[in-house]
């Protein structure tokens, strides 16, 4: 009989371009004897292949991270209904393989990847199903994104009480990561303010669940990464606006006391709070920095409300000073997308913001102050061909100043400074596999390379190690270098142990995963 072997993907050795290993069928030695109880019978070879018939080739396709670190091969399928999404477990489990979710593909790293299996894309469960214009309640599916949310409801006078830096977030993806956005400190994450939600799990089951009817999935799954279910149905609360204006203040300060100090000072009264981090500054300026808080106006405030809320004085421009087209922008990034370029930039940055810039108010449109990670189209290109990482820690206040002060200089020593640094404030939520903390968080992006990989690996457990020291968390939309045993220090065994007993209750066959949930938990799995 002929013997077929799992499906494995490598590199060719034209070029580094990438293809397909053929499946490679072994026959057996006819002359090597055989145990009858184990012999290889004509219904014993249909059953074999019965079991595991092979995957359609059209279906394999390239998924990226959106960081561009990592990209795997696997079988895509895109459902529109929640009978499709049945179909594909149905799918996985006569081929033996397993099923990743995705949504919008916006995690910087391998959490909606699944190489070698089934990837299932929830882009086309795009619908808005429900919309109260007078409760602002709306309930949506998982493949509708932040940018679909917020352009149907603003004219209502409404807005997502919680939205990412950028709007291209699915609602699935948002409720199984749990995001958060600027205002974490007032509005808590995303799970907050969702209502209900309909999950289905791999047996096939359907669970509705929310605070008063299975209230310990509803906890789990919020913040669960895929692994307990797929939403289908998400039901949200909306926050009332009075104007498409925020009032927006940007300051400057002088190192982490200082921004520590102002957040502290404005978390009663403002509704946004974030700052910019300079990760090339040392000494006393170790972590100076610019910070913009933005306050909702209020019943009265704008003389044109019916205006500023129109979708069309929302968007972000497509062109810089309305000549140069943003869509090229990347290009001009990409000479400065290095050590020297990024210092340069970090400096002019902070320099106009603590001259020129600093102190002032503006009014800002909700989706201009909101989604800054959109204001260039495809920035992340600049950092091709090895794309980017993105370390994001969450630290008790009492203990930010020391951690994130040791985090840069650590940084510096190693030689591998971040490009961008982004500094929150966040509270407690009562989610299970919660990243959050009474205090802060500090977001580096740094860029990926052949040379730096390894020692960039390295450095991100150096930190895990301050961080962990410093009573800190993670966050797995993020995360791309996460280990198992940092894992398990910040979440706590009981916490795993009971997510588990979860997912064997939902999931008895593992049939959701990751490669995400495979680094972190593949003995659990």
């Given at each position: 009989m002929d013997v077929l072997l799992p499906l494995r993907f490598g590199r060719g050795r034209g070029r580094g371009k990438k293809v397909i290993m053929s499946a490679l069928e072994i026959p057996t030695t006819p002359s090597l004897p055989q145990d009858p109880a184990t012999a290889a019978t004509p219904e014993r070879v249909t059953a074999v292949?019965?079991?595991?018939?092979?995957?359609?080739?059209?279906?394999?396709?390239?998924?990226?991270?959106?960081?561009?670190?990592?990209?795997?091969?696997?079988?895509?399928?895109?459902?529109?209904?929640?009978?499709?999404?049945?179909?594909?477990?149905?799918?996985?489990?006569?081929?033996?393989?397993?099923?990743?979710?995705?949504g919008?593909?916006?995690?910087?790293?391998?959490?909606?990847?699944?190489?070698?299996?089934?990837?299932?894309?929830?882009?086309r469960m795009n619908r808005i199903l429900d919309w109260n214009p007078q409760t602002g309640r709306i309930t949506v599916e998982p493949g509708v994104t932040v940018r679909q949310l917020w352009q149907y409801i603003i004219?209502?006078?409404?807005?997502?009480?919680?939205?990412?830096?950028?709007?291209?977030?699915?609602?699935?993806?948002?409720?199984?990561?749990?995001?958060?956005?600027?205002?974490?400190?007032?509005?808590?994450?995303?799970?907050?303010?969702?209502?209900?939600?309909?999950?289905?799990?791999?047996?096939?089951?359907?669970?509705v669940c929310s605070r008063e009817q299975n209230a310990e999935l509803f906890y789990a799954a919020i913040g669960g990464f895929g692994m307990l279910g797929c939403f289908t149905r998400i039901?949200?609360?909306?926050?009332?606006?009075?104007?498409?204006?925020?009032?927006?203040?940007?300051?400057?300060?002088?190192?982490?006391a200082d921004i520590i100090r102002e957040f502290e000072a404005r978390m009663d009264t403002a509704?946004?709070?974030v700052g910019w981090i300079d990760c090339f500054a040392k000494?006393?300026?170790?972590?100076?920095?610019?910070?913009?808080?933005?306050?909702?106006?209020?019943?009265?405030?704008?003389?044109?409300?019916?205006?500023?809320?129109?979708?069309?004085?929302?968007?972000?421009?497509?062109?810089?000073?309305?000549?140069?087209?943003?869509?090229?922008?990347?290009?001009?990034?990409?000479?400065?997308?290095n050590n020297l370029g990024m210092r340069f930039i970090n400096w002019a940055k902070f320099t106009a913001g603590n001259t020129i810039g600093n102190r002032k108010t503006v009014k800002q449109s909700h989706a201009g102050f909101a989604f800054l990670l959109d204001y260039v189209p495809n920035w992340k290109w600049a950092y091709k061909p090895g794309g980017l990482i993105q370390y994001q820690s969450f630290v008790p206040a009492a203990n930010a100043e020391r951690c994130f002060t040791a985090q840069l200089e650590t940084c510096q020593q190693w030689g591998i400074v971040p490009y961008l640094g982004v500094f929150k404030r966040h509270r407690r939520d009562d989610f299970l596999m919660s990243h959050a903390v009474d205090g802060y968080s500090l977001a580096l992006d740094f860029p990926v390379t052949a040379r730096n990989h390894r020692r960039l690996w390295q450095l991100t457990a150096k930190l895990n190690e301050i961080v962990l020291e410093a009573g800190g968390r993670f966050y797995f939309a993020k995360d791309s270098t996460l280990d198992p045993k940092s894992a398990e220090a910040y979440l706590g065994q009981e916490t795993i142990e009971r997510f588990f007993a979860l997912k064997r209750q939902c999931d008895p066959e593992h049939l959701l995963q990751t490669d995400l949930s495979r680094r972190l938990f593949g003995d659990r799995l």
């Open positions: 292949e019965n079991l595991h018939p092979a995957m359609p080739y059209d279906r394999l396709e390239r998924v990226e991270a959106w960081g561009m670190n990592k990209a795997v091969l696997s079988y895509v399928y895109r459902p529109s209904t929640v009978e499709g999404i049945r179909e594909v477990f149905e799918i996985a489990r006569r081929h033996g393989l397993k099923v990743g979710l995705r919008a593909g916006r995690s910087y790293g391998d959490a909606s990847l699944l190489a070698e299996n089934i990837c299932l894309d929830l882009t004219e209502d006078g409404w807005w997502p009480p919680v939205v990412s830096g950028t709007m291209f977030v699915s609602m699935g993806g948002a409720a199984g990561m749990n995001f958060h956005g600027k205002n974490n400190f007032k509005m808590g994450p995303i799970g907050d303010h969702i209502l209900e939600f309909a999950l289905l799990l791999p047996t096939g089951e359907t669970k039901t949200l609360q909306m926050k009332k606006v009075y104007s498409g204006l925020l009032s927006v203040y940007a300051f400057s300060t002088q190192n982490f509704d946004y709070l000494g006393r300026a170790l972590g100076r920095g610019l910070v913009h808080e933005a306050r909702y106006l209020h019943p009265g405030d704008d003389p044109n409300p019916a205006q500023t809320l129109r979708v069309e004085n929302q968007e972000l421009p497509d062109t810089l000073f309305g000549l140069f087209p943003k869509s090229l922008m990347w290009r001009l990034m990409k000479p400065l997308a």
